[in-house]
């Protein structure tokens, strides 16, 4: 099986784990699902997300049940236990080693600060640091941070069109040295959760030499990002010839719709993870045809 068809199974079992994140998640019966060995699924797991499957379910229980503290009256034993925790005093444990606060302190902390206005639960038009956002039409779109819908930590980084008249395209992007990468394969991932989009979107990097030559690119449009869709992983891999200078990387949105991004990761990879890289020259014809208008 090749890596795009472990990646494809590894998305699918994503979308089911979004969607049973109160239910029992057992090894085994994933693995099955996968159509893997319980040893094979977990290679393969931890190889295209960077995660062992328990960590990444517990990542996720711990947080919706940050949201749900935040978003709902809940009690805080039955969020617990909603999220399979066995006890309040386990969630608590856990909660406090990943946000460094009780359940109960993190509630009210930013229950206070949203109702004294001192923190906003989306932070429209504020471009994260280190991130710009343009495009063709960036007008037409607005990007920030968001607390209350997150793959991991506190914060994802949202991009979305103000309305439905939404021109053109925008990316929220960065743009780097290429020095390090030289020479290596470089795997771009990122988890991507979207809400009604209607036109597409996806994750995007291109290799620059210093002419401004494009010497490697993959914006996702073979394999787009539409419609509404829970966090599930995506990357992108070009080889990064030795003349690079510059690695520009991010997310788009063409067209109406948002799309949020959290735990992005840069790696080096080996060859046997194939490049996502479209080579437009694999549809062209070896030899002129039809010269005559006759055929």
Same mark, same amino acid.
């Not at 931890?46 to 997300?49: G, H, K, L």
């Given at each position: ?5 472990? $990646?494809?199974?590894?998305? %699918?079992?994503?979308i089911f784990?979004?969607?049973?994140l109160?239910?029992?998640l057992?090894?085994? @019966?994933?693995?099955? %699902? +996968?159509?893997? !060995?319980?040893?094979?699924? %977990?290679?393969?797991f931890?190889?295209?997300?960077g995660?062992?499957?328990k960590d990444?379910?517990r ?5 919706? #049940? +940050? ?11 039955d ?6 925790f &066995?006890?309040q $005093?386990?969630?608590?444990?856990? /909660?406090?080693k990943?946000y460094?606060?009780?359940? &109960?302190?993190?509630?009210k ?7 004294? &206005? $001192?923190m ?5 038009n ?7 956002m343009? *495009?063709?039409t960036?007008s037409?779109? =607005?990007?920030?941070?968001d607390?209350r819908?997150v793959? @991991?930590?506190?914060? @994802?980084?949202f991009l ?9 395209f ?5 743009q780097?040295? +290429?020095?390090r990468?030289r020479g290596?394969r470089?795997r771009?991932s990122?988890?991507v ?5 209607k *036109?597409? #979107?996806?994750?995007?990097?291109r ?5 401004? $030559?494009?010497l490697? /690119?993959d ?7 539409? &419609?509404?869709? =829970? ?5 992108i891999?070009?080889?990064v010839?030795?003349?690079?200078e510059?690695?520009s /990387? ?12 959290? =735990?992005?990761?840069f790696e080096i990879v080996?060859? !046997?993870?194939p490049?996502? =890289? ?7 014809? !070896?030899e002129?045809?039809?010269?005559n /208008?006759e055929?």
């Open positions: 099986m090749s890596y795009q068809e472990h $990646e494809k199974t590894i998305q %699918q079992i994503l784990i979004e969607k049973h109160t239910d029992k057992q090894l085994h @019966s994933l693995a099955e %699902q +996968a159509g893997y !060995s319980k040893f094979h699924f %977990q290679r393969i931890r190889r295209i997300t995660k062992s499957v990444y379910i990542t996720r229980r711990m947080s919706q #049940a +940050a949201s749900d503290l935040i978003s709902t009256d809940k009690r805080i034993i969020i617990a236990l909603d999220y399979r &066995g006890s $005093e386990a969630f608590t444990r856990a /909660f406090k990943e460094d606060v009780t359940p &109960g302190r993190y509630r902390l930013l229950r206070k600060l949203n109702d004294k &206005g $001192e906003n639960m989306v932070e429209a504020n471009t994260p640091a280190g991130w710009i343009t *495009g063709d960036p037409d779109y =607005e990007t920030g941070l607390n819908i793959h @991991s930590g506190n914060y @994802s980084a979305r069109s103000k309305d439905e008249r939404a021109r053109g925008a990316t929220l992007m960065q780097i040295k +290429a020095d990468y290596e470089l771009f990122a988890f959760k979207s809400k009604e989009v *036109g597409s #979107a996806g994750l995007w990097m290799i620059d030499h210093s002419s401004g $030559e494009v490697a /690119f914006n996702m449009m073979n394999r787009p990002i539409t &419609g509404t869709n =829970e966090w599930n992983h995506f990357s891999v070009l080889d010839p030795v003349k690079s510059v690695i /990387f991010g997310i788009l949105l063409n067209g109406q719709g948002q799309v949020w991004m959290d =735990e992005l990761t080996d060859e !046997s993870v490049v996502t =890289e479209n080579n437009s020259n694999e549809e062209l014809s !070896s002129p045809v039809n010269l /208008f055929d």
